[in-house]
């Protein structure tokens, strides 16, 4: 035992280590940025982010709308208007951010900055015969955010600096996995002098989430552990489902759609921010557009004392009712949109994972195939009689899961590559560049892999013209 516990405090050691070294992405607060709204400002300024890397790939400054403003919105525009031919495919892969309290130099308006530190990938082809080349350069970067109409935070300037190539991240990494095979070399020898103890048979919950899982393959929570089991498992893309006690819940909430549609919003809150509280007076009003406020509430109230109280448990227990706010629980719940979104997040940065990291990655890809939410539109056309308030906020949703799903894919692959299983890698790619057949960078990691499995042709039938 005396080994086994030093061999934990060990690995402990060595993980904390590893992380303070910058291996995945780390989010710090500054004096006066509290949780809720440091989440907010790092989702908003990773989707921000994201729109930029649109817009300077694809030449398009009008993807820019709605995501930055004033001299960030000029300056990147000014870049998009310099470039002559087929821009470059670019990609920024956040290592850490820090949220405080800070003034801009040169609009003193803006008083909340983000500093990142990161990495911009940048794929580029030089012509049909040529294959296409990568380049990863490291940087830092200083965005002062503002808050629009909306709600949301926009970037509104930003300066950047290239930094020189760090090796610390790998050497950290290679640490880390040393420090992991000494741990696991010893426990080996503990556990062949330990008495094999017969393992008991799943019962109750854990047997009905295995029954679940059996019964529709894709997703399970993320490294899931006996003594937390989730409750219920919400999967989202292609369709809801809702599983609890080896029942899937979801059709429940067909037969009243104005309740359907305010557990979906708070569902699709959540995603977006773990924290978030909607008032009730938003989802009143996102409910019922064209009534008046008092009808707006009245429509609500009714939701809450008898809709959801109409509701299965599995449904109605999602829901927390407050005086002011409502929000959809989290705990003892596992929802395959934010395991994608942490998984995501916690690999931002890396350029290979390990076979376990690769693995729990796949696992999280499997389960995030296909439209998220595609039943949201209807379900709140019902609802709001036709005249739908929440388009942008799923369009945004959709497009940050696919984006950060085409990143993890991209990571996997390459990780695949690097190892020598070229066709798993392909089976990956091939699935991705279907889904976004305009992006460069998917179809030089397919070539790459084509290339690797021998499969000449294919990979010069991918090249661009």
Not at 79 to 101: D, E, M, Y
Not at 383 to 397: K, M, S, Y
Request: contains cysteine; negative net charge; glycine residues 6%.
């Amino acid at each position: 035992m005396l080994v086994v516990g030093l061999s934990a405090l060990f690995l402990a050691a060595v993980i904390v280590a590893t992380a303070v070294l910058g291996l995945g992405l780390r989010t710090t607060y500054g004096s006066g940025i509290d949780s809720r709204l440091g989440s907010q400002l790092q989702l908003d300024f990773l989707f921000d982010q994201d729109a930029e890397a649109g817009a300077l790939s694809k030449g398009d400054p009008s993807l820019l709308s709605g995501r930055l403003t004033g001299n960030a919105l000029q300056d990147v525009s000014q870049r998009i208007s310099a470039t002559s031919g087929s821009p470059p495919t670019r990609s920024f892969q956040a290592g850490s951010l820090n949220i405080l309290k800070a003034q801009d130099p040169i609009d003193p308006t803006l008083v909340i900055e983000v500093q990142e530190d990161g990495t911009e990938t940048v794929t580029s082809s030089a012509g049909p015969d040529s294959a296409p080349t990568e380049q990863s350069i490291g940087f830092h970067g200083d965005y002062w955010m503002r808050k629009d109409a909306s709600g949301r935070y926009l970037i509104a300037d930003q300066k950047i600096q290239n930094l020189p190539t760090s090796n610390l991240p790998a050497i950290a990494l290679i640490a880390a996995a040393t420090a992991w095979i000494a741990v696991a070399a010893s426990l080996a020898v503990v556990r062949r002098r330990a008495r094999p103890t017969p393992m008991a048979a799943a019962t109750g919950l854990a047997a009905a989430v295995s029954a679940t899982l059996g019964a529709k393959p894709g997703y399970e929570p993320i490294d899931p552990l006996p003594a937390s089991t989730p409750e219920v498992l919400v999967r989202t893309f292609a369709g809801l489902h809702v599983h609890n006690d080896g029942k899937d819940w979801a059709a429940a909430l067909s037969a009243r759609p104005v309740t359907a549609f305010v557990w979906l919003r708070l569902l699709v809150a959540a995603i977006r921010d773990p924290l978030a509280r909607p008032t009730r007076e938003d989802l009143g009003r996102q409910a019922s557009p064209g009534l008046d406020r008092e009808t707006q509430l009245k429509r609500l109230r009714n939701v809450i004392y008898q809709g959801l109280r109409e509701l299965p448990p599995a449904l109605s227990g999602r829901i927390l009712v407050e005086t002011q706010t409502m929000s959809f629980k989290l705990e003892g719940c596992a929802v395959d949109a934010i395991d994608l979104l942490n998984v995501s997040a916690e690999y931002a940065g890396r350029r290979r994972l390990s076979d376990s990291q690769s693995a729990r990655a796949r696992r999280v890809l499997d389960a995030s195939q296909g439209p998220f939410l595609p039943e949201f539109e209807s379900v709140e056309d019902l609802a709001t009689d036709h005249h739908p308030t929440c388009t942008v906020l799923i369009q945004e949703i959709r497009e940050l899961l696919t984006t950060k799903r085409i990143e993890l894919t991209i990571l996997v692959a390459d990780s695949l590559i690097s190892g020598h299983q070229p066709d798993q890698a392909i089976a990956l790619l091939e699935r991705a560049h279907r889904e976004r057949p305009e992006r460069a960078d998917l179809r030089a990691r397919l070539a790459a892999a084509y290339q690797s499995a021998g499969r000449e042709a294919e990979a010069a039938a991918i090249q661009p013209n």
